[in-house]
């Protein structure tokens, strides 16, 4: 019995990140991870003959210069770790009238994440090219 199921290869990082950076270029917005991981994996399947997914293609989009992650939320449970890179959320806090501290929101110090104390969890993201 043969295994019809074709295998990719799995592309390198630094690869990635060039291709990454050059759909990029040329669309300046991509409105949905689903969608740049296909331009991605289209272009990645042509030259290299490997793929990516789409969770890998978000973390190293957080890691390359010149492009932005705008993480769209709604309502949702407070996550463990940025819903963008993973690493872990600050709480941001103010004083109430009584002198309480309260959290009205969460940001990522290392990719930029913010969300206020309802709105958390992902909903959609939107990669911009700013470089």
Known sequence: M???????KIAKDDVIRFVLKEVMKEKKRVESQQELTELVKKRLSKTEGATVSAQ??????TETPGISILAETREGDVPEKCPVCY????????????????????TCPKCG????????APRKYVFVYDG
């Open 113 to 120: 994440f913010e969300s206020d104390s309802t709105k958390i």
């Open 87 to 106: 690493r872990s959320l600050k709480k941001r806090k103010m004083k109430n009238l009584k002198g309480k501290n309260i959290v009205f929101g969460y």
């Open 56 to 61: 890998r293609l978000r973390l190293l989009a």
């Open 2 to 8: 043969t295994d019809t199921k074709e295998h990719k």
